[in-house]
């Protein structure tokens, strides 16, 4: 019988599922990390919240564990790197608290609205201020919506029916799904400068990372306001309080800091803020929903092999793993290659097949492309809830098998329509095991896509490789390799360059003012 060990506060709906279905389970929340250590090597499963740190040492020493099942989205907490070396899967329950947060983030607009919790103080200080707090309605007013997934779609039919006007900014958002969604999708600057009030629903990424920067907060509206119940990090907190302090922005809900626990926050004491302490996901309903589904999906794959929602193993039949496995490596390093390259809104991926590799089961592929794409932007996808989230987005997927031989035995394109047209790249598989990319855009390569690299279009003029060579080893960044391709002599050229450590902003923009330089781009991978 498989045994589970639930670590930290759970709802007790979450022992009841396990030992419905068959699975022993020990409730023994606030285990210091020396108990944890002691007892991990028991059980086969571990049900966790936000407490629990599953450290390459715990993973060490669980040898007998399977799945480690986070009730909830975010897994900061769990080294998701040495649990796939370990070979356990590590799956969340990344809609169980969608409406409850999309809930909390309203109640913050109101919040800000109507200056409730700096009204509250001052009446119970017995002040009795009331042409002190002037608000404004929502009625009528424009919500600029960043991130329009799962819990970003919630918020704006909320808003819709308080009357509001919902522009949304996301890269994955189709004009067809924002049509569905009741919004009118728009670039950045655009929301920027129209929205009254302005709340983040997108994950931290090195795309979102201070997405509302200090150049970015000067572009709002002069009054806007904001809320953030999404991930710290997402604004600049130091631009932000001088924007608040200058009137630049009239208010802001944060229940989401960069540091956390947030206990002395610059911020704290700036007139205007409204903070709470991460309350996204507390409420009963959604304590009761993430435990149950943690153990529902933890309880299938113990007992049946069943995967959901998991962060590093795809779902697939024993039979067709060892032969799809290396296809599904290229898939992912494609779909994040053309994620990272794309520009603009994306309508849409094409998926294609060649050779040896259209007789494959195109499902796990397709999937492996959309995590791969949708990872530059999401700190939650992968291979099982990619095609949900592309769904929920509007993204048109296409799959296609070509029957005819080309220049390699298999072949595997992804395509991206952009506005700028289609952008595509290809690889192949060396010795049926080894991902290669062989076209970018058009121009034949040969490169593994791997660690850390650089992207850089540019005209094809003697000297370059040695100017861009100078520049790096200048700013003590070592070349791996570097792999070039081009149109014609004299023509555009591109260069693939893997580095052996991260290349600053400031080198990257020294790259760029090259003579001949069109595009520079750190990837990684």
């Known amino acids: 019988m498989p045994k589970v060990l639930i670590s930290d506060q759970m709802d007790p709906n979450a022992a009841e599922i396990f030992r419905a279905n068959g699975v022993e389970v020990d409730e023994k929340p606030g285990l210091?990390?020396?108990?944890?250590?002691?007892?991990?090597?028991?059980?086969?499963?571990?049900?966790?919240?936000?407490?629990?740190?599953?450290?390459?040492?715990?993973?060490?020493?669980?040898?007998?564990?399977?799945?480690?099942?986070?009730?909830g989205i975010g897994v900061d907490n769990v080294d998701i790197p040495a649990a796939t070396a370990k070979g356990v899967v590590v799956m969340n329950t990344p809609f169980g608290n969608s409406i409850t947060t999309a809930e909390h983030a309203i109640a913050l607009m109101f919040a800000l609205a109507r200056e409730l919790p700096a009204a509250d103080n001052s009446t119970q200080a017995g002040k009795w201020e009331k042409n002190r707090f002037m608000g404004v309605e929502l009625t009528n007013k424009t919500l600029g919506l960043i991130g329009a997934g799962n819990i970003g779609s919630i918020v704006a039919d909320r808003a819709l029916g308080l009357k509001m006007k919902v522009v949304a900014f996301d890269p994955f958002l189709s004009p067809e799904r924002a049509i569905d969604l009741g919004v009118e999708k728009v670039e950045l600057d655009e929301l920027l400068a129209r929205a009254d009030f302005i709340t983040l629903h997108t994950p931290l990424t090195d795309q979102t990372r201070n997405i509302l920067s200090r150049d970015n907060l000067a572009k709002t509206k002069r009054g806007v306001r904001i809320i953030n119940c999404a991930r710290g990090g997402l604004i600049d907190e130091a631009a932000l309080k001088d924007m608040l302090e200058s009137g630049q922005v009239a208010g802001a809900a944060l229940d989401v800091f960069a540091e956390e626990p947030a206990k002395q926050s610059p911020l704290f004491g700036t007139p205007g803020l409204v903070a709470t302490p991460h309350l996204g996901a507390s409420t009963t309903e959604a304590q009761v929903n993430v435990a149950i589904q943690v153990a529902e999906q933890m309880a299938d794959y113990l007992v049946r092999g069943g995967v959901s929602n998991a962060l590093n193993v795809p779902s697939l039949s024993a039979e067709e793993a060892p032969k799809l496995r290396p296809y599904m490596a290229l898939a992912e390093q494609l779909?994040?290659?053309?994620?990272?390259?794309?520009?603009?809104?994306?309508?849409?991926?094409?998926?294609?097949?060649?050779?040896?590799?259209?007789?494959?089961?195109?499902?796990?592929?397709?999937?492996?492309?959309?995590?791969?794409?949708?990872?530059?932007?999401?700190?939650?996808?992968?291979?099982?809830?990619?095609?949900?989230?592309?769904?929920?987005?509007?993204?048109?997927?296409?799959?296609?098998?070509?029957?005819?031989?080309?220049?390699?035995?298999?072949?595997?394109?992804?395509?991206a329509m952009t506005q700028a047209g289609e952008r595509s790249v290809a690889g192949t598989l060396f010795g049926n095991s080894a991902p290669r990319l062989v076209e970018i855009f058009g121009i034949k390569v040969e490169a593994d896509l791997a660690g850390e690299m650089l992207y850089i279009v540019n005209e094809d003029a003697p000297g370059f490789i040695g100017r861009v060579g100078t520049t790096?080893?200048?700013?003590?960044?070592?070349?791996?390799?570097?792999?070039?391709?081009?149109?014609?002599?004299?023509g555009e050229a591109v260069l693939l360059l893997s580095v052996d450590s991260h290349v600053e902003q400031d080198v990257v923009a020294q790259i760029a003012a090259l003579p001949g330089v069109r595009t520079v781009k750190p990837l990684k991978f």
């Open 32 to 71: 210091t990390k020396d108990e944890l250590l002691a007892i991990i090597g028991e059980y086969d499963g571990l049900a966790i919240r936000s407490a629990t740190k599953v450290t390459k040492e715990v993973l060490e020493a669980a040898t007998n564990l399977k799945v480690v099942g986070r009730a």
């Open 335 to 415: 779909g994040s290659l053309v994620g990272q390259l794309a520009h603009g809104s994306i309508a849409g991926l094409a998926v294609e097949t060649e050779g040896a590799a259209a007789e494959l089961n195109m499902k796990p592929i397709t999937s492996a492309v959309l995590a791969g794409f949708m990872r530059v932007h999401s700190d939650t996808v992968n291979m099982v809830n990619a095609p949900v989230m592309a769904k929920e987005r509007g993204l048109d997927v296409r799959e296609v098998r070509h029957d005819r031989e080309g220049d390699y035995h298999t072949l595997l394109r992804v395509t």
């Open 472 to 490: 790096l080893g200048e700013a003590g960044v070592n070349i791996g390799t570097f792999q070039l391709g081009r149109r014609s002599a004299g």
